[in-house]
C-alpha cells in the first residue's frame, strides 16, 4: 500500500502544475479584458468573407436597413 | 422635413439641406462621407456590417496635434520605444460598439506601417505598434482622427507612469483556494472516520501533507488580516479584523498542538475554508468601472501641449511651461490652460466643463478669460497672468480636502457591530476557560480555543461584503457607477441633499426658449429662421430648432460678426439677429437671462430667452426627497433663476446663489460642521471642491465615457429623477445586512454552546462553517435582488443611447450572427 506515498505526491504535483499555470495566466493579463477577446474571436471570419464576397456587399447593407 | 434620413456613417438625422448621397448612402457631411470613402477604398466595408451607423463624425483641425511635433511630449507619452518599433497606448472616448474594435484592430490595412493594434474595450484605449521610421505619433493621432476615432490625450498621459493593477487579491485568493481545496480533499478519510488499517497506518502522512498546504494560506493569504487586525489594535479600535486573525492564529496554533500530540486532525479544512471566503467577499466587493474614472481632477481635461507666440514665431510647449507674460495661441475647440487676457477683439468661450453651462460666454478684448473654458469659434491670442496651477480654477485642487479624502476613515456598520462583539466574545472565552480550568484542565484549554475558534466572525464579516457588492452591480445596471462600498454605507446615513444648479438640476443641452416684444408674423418668422439656419452658433441652432417650419428663401445677404450677431438681408429686408448693442435695443441691465434681440429694418422687434432647461422629474424628486431630507441648492450663478426655482421646487427649499468654487466648499463643511451627513450632486469641475468636502460626492453627467469630476459616485444624467428610488435602496442594503447580522450571531450562539460545553469536534466545526457562510451569502443575495428589482426592470426601459453602454453592445454582438 506505500503506493499511495506516490499517488497522493503525484495528485499533489499535478494540483501544483494547475496552479502555477493560474498565476502565470493572471500574470500575464489574461484576466485583465474579459470582453474584447470574445467580440475578437468573431472577427477573422468576417474578414475573410469579405475579402471573397466583396460584391455582395450593397445587398447585405440594403438588408441590415431594413431590420 | 423628412425626420426618416439617417447618416450611414453617424447615424444622425440629416438636414435636408445638408443631405449628401455618395454611392447610394445618405450622409449628414462631407466628414462622413470621407470616412465612408476611406473605408470603401481599402476593402474595410464590414465595418457597416457589424453595427449600423457606428461612426463619429471626425473634426477637422489639423492643427490640433502639433504639439506632437514635439519630441519630449512624444516621448512622455510612448509606452515602449526601441529601434523602430514604438508603442503607444490611446484612449477613444468613442469605441463603443463591435465595429470599432473591428476598424481599430484593422488600423494595419489603412497603414502598412502599423503592425498590431488591440483594442481594450472596457478601458476604451487602445495599443498600437508602429514603425516609426514611417509614420510618426502625429499621423498616426491625425490618421484616427480622421477616420472619427479621435484620441483623447490629457495632461495626466503627460504626467503619470503606466498604473500597474494590484493583483494581490487575486494571488491570495488562488493560494486560499488551492490550499483549501486541497486540505478538503485529503481530509475525507478523517471526516468518515473509518477505521480501517490503511488509512489508520497513513493518517500521520496525510496530516502532515495537510500542515503543510495550509502554511501558504496561513501566512501569505491571510496576512492581510493580521495587518489590519494589528493597525486598529494600535489606533484603540475594535475592528472585526480582531477577532477574525484571533480566530485564525488560534485555530493554527490548537490545529498545530493537536496533530503533534495526536489529539485529533486539527481544523485545517476549517481555517483555510475560513480564509478562502472571506477573501472572496473581499474580492465581490470590488466592482471596478475600468471605462469610469472617479479620481480625476483638472488634469484629465487638460492639454499637454499649447502654442506659444515668441518673436521667433509659433512653437509648442508643455502647459507646465507656461509663465505670467507669455502669449498663447488658442484654436478652435482648444482649452483655455491658465487664467489670462483676451488680446484678440472677441472669443466665444464654452464653460461646460467648468460650470455646466453649455451657452458660450462672449469676452471681448481685454477681458479677463479663466482656465478651462474651450473655445468656440475662430482662434484667438491670449496674454497669460497667472501659470496654471495658480489660476482660478487649478487653485482648488490645492485645498487639503483633495488630500484627506483618501485617508478619511468611516466606521463601518461591521466595525459598529465588532466594537461590542469582541470583548462579549473575550469575556465569554474567559468566562469557559474559568470554568472549566477547575474541573479539567485539558478541557479548559480546548473550551478556550474552540470558543474563540467557533465564533471566527466569519459570516459576520462576510455580510456587508456581500450585500454591498451586489448592490455595487444592481447599482451600476441601473446607470449608478459607486466607487466602492463604503459610499453605499455613507448614501444610506445622508441626511442634507445639496445640489448644483446648472448643469446639475438644470440639462446642460437644452434650453426652453420664450419670445418676449411685438408680434411677428409667420412670414417675418420665416425669415428669421433662413438666417439662423446659416449659423454655426449654438445659440442660432436652437433658435432654428425652437422656430416653426418655414420655406426655404435666399438670403441675400449674410454676414456673422463673433461676439455680437447677425446681420443679414431676406426679400428685401435688413435683419439683424444679435446682442442687444448690435441691433440697438436698449440691454436691460437687470435681465440675467440669455438672450437674442431681432431687429427687422432697423426696429427692434422684441427679443427669444433662452432659460434653464430643469430636467424631467426634478419637482417630483425634489417632492419625494423633501420630507425625509434637507435639500439646498447651490448655485455659481446670479439670481435669475430663483423665481422659476421657487415655483418648481417645495416652499422651504434653501437657495443659494453666487456661489464660487471655494465658497461651495465652505459651504459644505459649514453644514458638516452643524452635525449633518451631507450629499452633494454636481457636474462641473467647479463642483469638485464640495464633491470631495461632502460625505458623499455624486456627480452627474451626460456622457459617464467623457467627462465627471473626481467624485464617490456618477449617476448617468438620464437617471436623474430616480435619485430618489437610489437613495431608498440604500437604506434597504443597510437593512439587509441588519438583518443577516441576526442571523448570524444565531449561528455563532449555536456553534458557542457547541464550544462551551466541550464538544467542538472538528468535524462540527468543517459544518457550521460553510454552513452558515452559504445561507448568510445566498440571504443577502437574494433580499438585496428583491429589494433592487425594481430598480432594474426600470434600468431596462431605458432608451438607446448613442455612447450605450456595454449591456447594449452585447445586443450588438448578438446582431451580427444572426
Not at chain 2, 444679435?578 to 429694418?601: E, M, R
Request: glycine share 6%; aromatic share 12%.
Amino acid at each position: 500500500m506505500s503506493v499511495i506515498y506516490l499517488l497522493i505526491s503525484i495528485s499533489i504535483i499535478v494540483a501544483i502544475g494547475f496552479f502555477i499555470a493560474f498565476i502565470r495566466a493572471v500574470k500575464s493579463g489574461q484576466y485583465d479584458d474579459d470582453y474584447t477577446p470574445s467580440v475578437r474571436m468573431l472577427f477573422d471570419d468576417e474578414l475573410k468573407k469579405e475579402n471573397t464576397e466583396n460584391t455582395e456587399k450593397p445587398i447585405q447593407t440594403q438588408e441590415k436597413k431594413q431590420i | 422635413m423628412d425626420h426618416t434620413k439617417y447618416c450611414f456613417h453617424c447615424g444622425l438625422d440629416i438636414a435636408p439641406t445638408e443631405l449628401i448621397v455618395f454611392s447610394d448612402k445618405n450622409f449628414c457631411c462631407n466628414g462622413c462621407k470621407t470616412v465612408f470613402e476611406i473605408f470603401s477604398q481599402n476593402g474595410l466595408e464590414s465595418y457597416y456590417d457589424l453595427e449600423k451607423s457606428p461612426g463619429a463624425t471626425p473634426l477637422s483641425n489639423s492643427n490640433k496635434y502639433d504639439f506632437l511635433d514635439n519630441e519630449k511630449i512624444v516621448k512622455r507619452l510612448l509606452q515602449f520605444d526601441e529601434g523602430n518599433t514604438q508603442i503607444v497606448q490611446l484612449n477613444i472616448p468613442h469605441i463603443h460598439c463591435s465595429s470599432c474594435i473591428w476598424i481599430l484592430e484593422n488600423l494595419r490595412k489603412l497603414r502598412p506601417e502599423i503592425s498590431s493594434s488591440q483594442v481594450n474595450f472596457h478601458e476604451k484605449t487602445v495599443r498600437i505598434t508602429f514603425n516609426s521610421q514611417t509614420i510618426s505619433l502625429k499621423e498616426l493621432v491625425c490618421l484616427l482622427g480622421a477616420i472619427g476615432y479621435e484620441p483623447y490625450i490629457s495632461l495626466e498621459d503627460y504626467d503619470s507612469g503606466k498604473k500597474s493593477e494590484d493583483k494581490t487579491l487575486t494571488y491570495k485568493l488562488g493560494v486560499a483556494f488551492f490550499c483549501f481545496g486541497n486540505i478538503m480533499l485529503l481530509s475525507f478519510p478523517e471526516y468518515f472516520e473509518m477505521k480501517e488499517y490503511w488509512l489508520d497506518q497513513y493518517r500521520g502522512f496525510f496530516r502532515l501533507l495537510i500542515f503543510g498546504l495550509s502554511l501558504p494560506s496561513f501566512f501569505y493569504s491571510a496576512s492581510g488580516y493580521y495587518v489590519a487586525a494589528y493597525k486598529s489594535i494600535r489606533s484603540r479600535m475594535l475592528n472585526i479584523e480582531i477577532p477574525i486573525a484571533l480566530g485564525i492564529v488560534i485555530m493554527f496554533v490548537r490545529s498545530v498542538v493537536d496533530i503533534t500530540f495526536d489529539y485529533g486532525p486539527g481544523f485545517f479544512d476549517s481555517l483555510t475554508g475560513l480564509i478562502f471566503f472571506m477573501l472572496l467577499g473581499k474580492m465581490f466587493q470590488i466592482k471596478t468601472y475600468s471605462f469610469l474614472s472617479f479620481e480625476r481632477d483638472y488634469k484629465s481635461y487638460f492639454p499637454i501641449a499649447v502654442t506659444r507666440i515668441t518673436d521667433a514665431g509659433e512653437e509648442n510647449i508643455p502647459i507646465y511651461e507656461i509663465n505670467p507674460g507669455d502669449k498663447l495661441l488658442i484654436r478652435n475647440q482648444e482649452l483655455i490652460p491658465a487664467d489670462g487676457i483676451l488680446v484678440s477683439a472677441h472669443a466665444a468661450i464654452d464653460y461646460s466643463f467648468v460650470t455646466g453651462e453649455s451657452v458660450p460666454v462672449m469676452k471681448e478684448c481685454g477681458d479677463r478669460i479663466y482656465a478651462g473654458g474651450r473655445l468656440n469659434g475662430a482662434l484667438i491670442e491670449m496674454g497669460v497672468l497667472q501659470s496654471v496651477s495658480q489660476s482660478y480654477l487649478t487653485q482648488l485642487w490645492s485645498n487639503e480636502v483633495f488630500e484627506k479624502k483618501a485617508k478619511r476613515q468611516f466606521q463601518s456598520i461591521t466595525d459598529k457591530v465588532s466594537h461590542y462583539f469582541t470583548p462579549v466574545l473575550l469575556a465569554l472565552a474567559f468566562a469557559g476557560f474559568g470554568y472549566w480550568i477547575f474541573r479539567n484542565t485539558d478541557t479548559a484549554f480546548n473550551v478556550f480555543t474552540a470558543v474563540l475558534i467557533v465564533a471566527c466572525p466569519c459570516a459576520l464579516a462576510l455580510t456587508a461584503p456581500f450585500t454591498l457588492g451586489n448592490m455595487l452591480r444592481i447599482y451600476g445596471r441601473a446607470k449608478f457607477y459607486i466607487k466602492n462600498a463604503t459610499v453605499i454605507e455613507q448614501l444610506a446615513k445622508v441626511d442634507t441633499v445639496v445640489f448644483d444648479k446648472t448643469g446639475t438640476i438644470t440639462s446642460g443641452k437644452l434650453s426652453a426658449i420664450t419670445y418676449e416684444g411685438s408680434y411677428l408674423s409667420d412670414n417675418k418668422l420665416g425669415w428669421i429662421k433662413n438666417i439662423v439656419r446659416a449659423s454655426n452658433h449654438p445659440l442660432s441652432r436652437m433658435l432654428y430648432d425652437f422656430l416653426p417650419e418655414a420655406k426655404n428663401l435666399t438670403v441675400d445677404k449674410f454676414e456673422e460678426i463673433a461676439g455680437y450677431g447677425i446681420d443679414a438681408r431676406v426679400d428685401g429686408n435688413a435683419i439683424r439677429i444679435g446682442s442687444a448693442g448690435f441691433v440697438g435695443a436698449k440691454a436691460d441691465v437687470s435681465l440675467t437671462q440669455t438672450v437674442i434681440y431681432i431687429s427687422i429694418n432697423g426696429i427692434v422687434m422684441g427679443k427669444y430667452i433662452f432659460h434653464n432647461q430643469y430636467r424631467e422629474g426634478l419637482s417630483g424628486l425634489f417632492a419625494a426627497l423633501h420630507p425625509r431630507y434637507d435639500i439646498r441648492v447651490l448655485s455659481g450663478d446670479n439670481e435669475g433663476e430663483r423665481a422659476v426655482l421657487e415655483t418648481l421646487l417645495p416652499k422651504d427649499t434653501i437657495m443659494v446663489f453666487n456661489q464660487k468654487p471655494q465658497q461651495k466648499l465652505d459651504y459644505i463643511k459649514l453644514l458638516q460642521i452643524e452635525g449633518k451627513r451631507v450629499m452633494m450632486v454636481g457636474d462641473g469641475l467647479n463642483d469638485a471642491g464640495a464633491l470631495a468636502q461632502s460625505d458623499v460626492g455624486i456627480a452627474i453627467s451626460e456622457n459617464v465615457n467623457v467627462f465627471s469630476p473626481a467624485c464617490d459616485a456618477i449617476l448617468d444624467a438620464s437617471q436623474f429623477s430616480r435619485l430618489g428610488e437610489l437613495l431608498a435602496l440604500s437604506k434597504k442594503a443597510m437593512l439587509t445586512i441588519k438583518w443577516s447580522f441576526g442571523l448570524s450571531l444565531l449561528y455563532n450562539v449555536v456553534g458557542l454552546t457547541f464550544a462551551l460545553t466541550g464538544n467542538l469536534m472538528p468535524l462540527v466545526a468543517a459544518i457550521i462553517m460553510p454552513l452558515s457562510t452559504t445561507t448568510i451569502v445566498s440571504f443577502v443575495t437574494l433580499m438585496s435582488n428583491w429589494y433592487g428589482r425594481r430598480i432594474k426592470q426600470a434600468a431596462n426601459v431605458v432608451k438607446y443611447d448613442k455612447y450605450h453602454g456595454l449591456r447594449q453592445s452585447e445586443k450588438v454582438i448578438l446582431s451580427t450572427q444572426i
